[in-house]
């Protein structure tokens, strides 16, 4: 894991390169040692065979494909620049360290970097930087059209060559979702051909197997993955104990990366993803239903049969090129699929919340994205693109309610079904032009402006001006500053067209009539940091931020469905500071984050029939917090590599509480969960060959802690953290 290096990017990639190339410097005098052996015993053996150690056509082609394959990704990013921002970068070493290894959820890795927040699965896992969602993911530099369910349960780790976090002031090219970029590289560029399958068996039931296959044939390369699992555990447990009930989960995804090298500066990629998630939502025993249904005795509160569907997929087909010397480009085609399907228990929802709703979101999207790079000179590097995207929303409510007077009580035992359909189609268009300016050796200025219209529930529009500057102050210390003005659109597949006159004098009837258009957030950010090398192994980090936002975006969940409904307060404050080191030598790694965060708001400007009139009057005269805000947060983790087979690793998370109460005015008590990982290879011979093995303990102290407690602005269930568990993994990695 690697913060700020002298390039704005992480000291310990640098280190990694180092290391690696001291790798290949003493293998190559190894291999100079065994050719020098190896002539020795030519010159007296008879000469009818041909050296074994003479490179074969077949690889000789292989290294030319690798080494024009590695010239164009240094082209890609070239077209992915992040001066003056904040960066956090996980190679696929970093995440193998991990108690869980390449098996964590991406969401998971993210929450090892600073500024990171821990959640429940269905709010989205994490937050950053005091945001709700406002992640953007990319793979390859192109960017992922927002989905209904979120990408990160939909994305592998397994997938990734390198995961990279960027925050603060982004250059001018990244636009709508600004909290934080996900960035991803795949390991499509892998020059040899093999693959791996594993099998990871745990506590709750939890049973995953996943495979990958990886290779190239002449000028094409593929890599892909594929993942099963089964849990008893799908979302957080509502209660404290350690089984939750009725909470399996079946959870299907599936990635691929193709590249075809056209020429010695073309290539065409294709990559495309496929998930497929079925949850049950957990029970809470002991409840007593609220209403009463005609000739239908009382269902007990542990035998609810609630359940919920997740699908995503998405394609991304990349043609990238040069034109001349100086100019590199990317122009990509994407289509992104999704949808959320909530089933309710007829008879449980029915007689325990006043309504059981069928709800079905779906979503679609398609569009393309062109990046431009010209160096004009030394001095000067311009940047331009494009971004279009047209998308359709739709939303099926079917919801079954009881009569009821004015004041919310059942005044018939006899439901009625009301149908609250609606569709949202819409469009996005953005456009940027930045100057990567060199002004001496020791200070880059990059400056640059976006043009940005959404065409949704509204029609809005913002020019951007970015700025961000980079200055070496001496060796091994590097500032980095920088200022962006942010345009975020609603996200269109959460926002809730919901009637409200539809539900007047029914059981399912809203605590306001009053439902304004979602709106674009719009704010100033400023971001200062420095990064410190205090030697080739170890380094440190300071990063601190401020965003003033009007119509600050949030998300909640509004009645029993996991699904959440954006909406807008009039005004945002968020801010923070961040602490980071990383530790790297041969066999011992170590990374620790300390972060802390406000993020408050005033003032329900949209959505406002979610929320009761006491609470709409608070927070129309109050800063709140956030629901999401955490004041505290701090993650660490140690790794050492006993020998070639043996390695050890343990990290520990804290969070001071998420906010909870009427309107957020108080919060829940910390948490702490700390977890080990023994990693080990075994060489079992025969068929079998070399076997990894590692045994994961997460949260191995047993701390009963709560995520959320059901209480609080825009909040639903109450969730509890993880129980103690204990996982195995067996992992038998092949080539071809």
């Known amino acids: 894991?690697?913060?700020?290096?002298?390039?704005?990017?992480?000291?310990?990639?640098?280190?990694?390169?180092?290391?690696?190339?001291?790798?290949?410097?003493?293998?190559?005098?190894?291999?100079?040692?065994?050719?020098?052996?190896?002539?020795?015993?030519?010159?007296?053996?008879?000469?009818?065979?041909?050296?074994?150690?003479?490179?074969?056509?077949?690889?000789?082609?292989?290294?030319?494909?690798?080494?024009?394959?590695?010239?164009?990704?240094?082209?890609?990013?070239?077209?992915?620049?992040?001066?003056?921002?904040?960066?956090?970068?996980?190679?696929?070493?970093?995440?193998?360290?991990?108690?869980?290894?390449?098996?964590?959820?991406?969401?998971?890795?993210?929450?090892?970097?600073?500024?990171?927040?821990?959640?429940?699965?269905?709010?989205?896992?994490?937050?950053?930087?005091?945001?709700?969602?406002?992640?953007?993911?990319?793979?390859?530099?192109?960017?992922?059209?927002?989905?209904?369910?979120?990408?990160?349960?939909?994305?592998?780790?397994?997938?990734?060559?390198?995961?990279?976090?960027?925050?603060?002031?982004?250059?001018?090219?990244?636009?709508?979702?600004?909290?934080?970029?996900?960035?991803?590289?795949?390991?499509?560029?892998?020059?040899?051909?093999?693959?791996?399958?594993?099998?990871?068996?745990?506590?709750?039931?939890?049973?995953?197997?996943?495979?990958?296959?990886?290779?190239?044939?002449?000028?094409?390369?593929?890599?892909?993955?594929?993942?099963?699992?089964?849990?008893?555990?799908?979302?957080?447990?509502?209660?404290?104990?350690?089984?939750?009930?009725?909470?399996?989960?079946?959870?299907?995804?599936?990635?691929?990366?193709?590249?075809?090298?056209?020429?010695?500066?073309?290539?065409?990629?294709?990559?495309?993803?496929?998930?497929?998630?079925?949850?049950?939502?957990?029970?809470?025993?002991?409840?007593?239903p609220t209403y009463t249904l005609a000739n239908t005795p009382p269902l007990d509160s542990s035998d609810i049969d609630a359940n919920q569907r997740e699908r995503m997929g998405f394609q991304v087909l990349a043609f990238q090129s040069k034109i001349g010397a100086k100019t590199d480009y990317q122009i990509a085609f994407f289509n992104r699929t999704s949808d959320v399907h909530y089933l309710p228990d007829p008879v449980g929802d029915l007689t325990y919340s006043g309504v059981a709703a069928d709800i079905l979101r779906s979503n679609s999207a398609h569009g393309l994205q062109f990046d431009l790079t010209h160096r004009l000179n030394p001095q000067h590097t311009i940047r331009a693109g494009l971004f279009a995207q047209r998308e359709v929303g739709y939303t099926g409510n079917a919801s079954t309610v009881f009569p009821a007077d004015a004041d919310g009580n059942q005044t018939s035992t006899t439901p009625i079904t009301i149908d609250d359909?609606?569709?949202?189609?819409?469009?996005?268009?953005?456009?940027?032009?930045?100057?990567?300016?060199?002004?001496?050796?020791?200070?880059t200025i990059n400056y640059g402006l976006r043009a940005d219209r959404v065409d949704t529930v509204t029609a809005e529009s913002q020019l951007s001006p970015r700025l961000g500057v980079v200055y070496d102050l001496a060796k091994g210390t590097r500032l980095h500053a920088g200022y962006a003005r942010y345009f975020t659109p609603p996200p269109s597949e959460k926002i809730d067209q919901t009637s409200v006159a539809k539900f007047l004098g029914t059981t399912n009837a809203l605590p306001s009539d009053a439902n304004t258009a979602v709106r674009s957030e719009r704010s100033n950010y400023y971001d200062v940091g420095v990064a410190q090398e205090i030697d080739d192994r170890w380094t440190l980090g300071v990063d601190a931020y401020w965003r003033d936002v009007r119509h600050l975006q949030d998300e909640g969940q509004f009645g029993s469905a996991f699904v959440f409904s954006a909406f807008n307060y009039s005004q945002g404050r968020i801010g923070g500071l961040e602490l980071s080191t990383t530790y790297k030598n041969k066999s011992l790694t170590g990374y620790a984050n300390v972060a802390v965060s406000t993020a408050r708001a005033r003032g329900i400007e949209t959505g406002q029939f979610n929320f009761a009139a006491d609470?709409?009057?608070?927070?129309?005269?109050?800063?709140?917090?956030?629901?999401?805000?955490?004041?505290?947060?701090?993650?660490?983790?140690?790794?050492?590599?006993?020998?070639?087979?043996?390695?050890?690793?343990?990290?520990?998370?804290?969070?001071?509480?998420?906010?909870?109460?009427?309107?957020?005015?108080?919060?829940?008590?910390?948490?702490?969960?700390?977890?080990?990982?023994?990693?080990?290879?075994?060489?079992?011979?025969?068929?079998?060959?070399?076997?990894?093995?590692?045994?994961?303990?997460?949260?191995?102290?047993?701390r009963v802690y709560e995520l959320r407690d059901g209480s609080g602005i825009s909040v639903g269930a109450p969730q509890f953290g993880q129980r103690r568990s204990v996982y195995l993994t067996l992992t038998k990695n092949f080539s071809l």
Not at 161 to 184: K, M, N
Not at 193 to 214: C, M, N, P, Y
Not at 644 to 660: E, H, I, K, M, P
Request: hydrophobic share 40%; proline share 4%.
């Open 1 to 288: 894991m690697n913060k700020h290096s002298l390039r704005a990017r992480p000291r310990t990639l640098a280190i990694a390169v180092a290391a690696t190339c001291a790798a290949f410097a003493l293998a190559a005098r190894a291999d100079e040692s065994a050719a020098a052996s190896a002539e020795a015993a030519q010159a007296e053996a008879p000469a009818a065979s041909a050296d074994p150690s003479t490179p074969t056509v077949d690889q000789l082609s292989r290294v030319e494909v690798a080494s024009k394959r590695s010239k164009l990704d240094e082209a890609r990013n070239q077209l992915s620049p992040d001066t003056g921002s904040s960066v956090y970068s996980f190679s696929d070493a970093d995440i193998a360290k991990l108690p869980l290894g390449d098996a964590t959820p991406l969401n998971q890795v993210l929450l090892r970097a600073p500024g990171v927040v821990q959640d429940s699965f269905a709010a989205g896992g994490v937050h950053v930087r005091g945001d709700h969602g406002n992640l953007q993911y990319r793979i390859e530099g192109v960017a992922l059209p927002d989905a209904v369910s979120g990408f990160a349960s939909a994305l592998d780790a397994r997938f990734a060559r390198q995961v990279s976090l960027l925050t603060g002031a982004l250059p001018a090219q990244y636009g709508y979702r600004t909290a934080g970029v996900v960035d991803i590289h795949t390991k499509g560029d892998l020059d040899e051909d093999g693959g791996s399958v594993s099998v990871t068996g745990g506590s709750l039931g939890h049973r995953e197997a996943a495979a990958s296959l990886f290779g190239s044939s002449g000028n094409l390369s593929w890599y892909v993955v594929g993942s099963q699992l089964q849990t008893d555990e799908g979302i957080e447990n509502p209660t404290a104990s350690k089984k939750p009930l009725h909470d399996d989960s079946k959870q299907q995804r599936g990635l691929a990366y193709l590249s075809y090298l056209l020429d010695d500066d073309s290539q065409i990629s294709l990559f495309a993803g496929v998930t497929n998630n079925r949850f049950q939502i957990p029970d809470v025993p002991g409840q007593s």
């Open 615 to 702: 609470e709409l009057a608070y927070i129309a005269s109050h800063w709140v917090h956030l629901d999401h805000e955490e004041t505290v947060s701090a993650s660490t983790g140690l790794s050492w590599r006993y020998d070639a087979t043996t390695q050890f690793s343990g990290d520990v998370l804290y969070g001071s509480g998420l906010r909870n109460g009427f309107a957020n005015t108080t919060h829940l008590p910390s948490h702490t969960s700390v977890n080990f990982s023994v990693e080990k290879g075994f060489d079992l011979g025969g068929a079998f060959g070399k076997i990894d093995t590692r045994v994961a303990l997460l949260n191995a102290f047993d």
């Open 421 to 443: 359909n609606s569709r949202l189609a819409g469009s996005t268009l953005g456009a940027y032009l930045q100057d990567e300016w060199k002004l001496n050796e020791r200070t």
